[in-house]
């Protein structure tokens, strides 16, 4: 399985941007999909992660309100829409597949290179 996150970039406080993540080598409709984002000096945290079906969706607290996953099946991608962004929300965005529902980064097989999103106060 191969990932390809796009859609980073400059944006101002109060911004928005869409990541997209495609996938190919393999079907993405039977995976868990994840967004996760690590920070200069700091560790790869969780951001979203989506069902395969999309009937259940989880976000890391300081996003909530802000961010949405979703996912087009017939496309093989993922999205996450990030509105209201914060300097806070400054970093390498990183798109995972993974078997089954989980948070944890350990637990998804495949990844991403990243996208680099950097919001300017």
């Known amino acids: 399985v191969q990932l390809q996150a796009s859609g980073g970039g400059l944006v101002q406080a109060g911004g928005s941007l869409r990541l997209s993540c495609a996938t190919s080598?393999?079907?993405?409709?039977?995976?868990?999909m994840g967004w996760f984002r690590q920070a200069p000096g700091k560790e790869r945290e969780f951001v979203a992660v989506i069902t395969w079906s999309g009937s259940l969706t989880s976000l890391v607290d300081s996003v909530k309100g802000r961010f949405t996953i979703s996912r087009d099946n017939a496309k093989n991608t993922v999205y996450l829409q990030m509105n209201s962004l914060k300097p806070e929300d400054t970093a390498v965005y990183y798109c995972?597949?993974?078997?089954?529902?989980?948070?944890?980064?350990?637990?998804?097989?495949?990844w991403g290179q990243g996208t680099l999103v950097t919001v300017s106060s």
């Open positions: 080598g393999r079907t993405l409709s039977s995976y868990t």
């Open positions: 995972a597949t993974a078997r089954y529902y989980t948070r944890t980064p350990a637990e998804y097989a495949y």
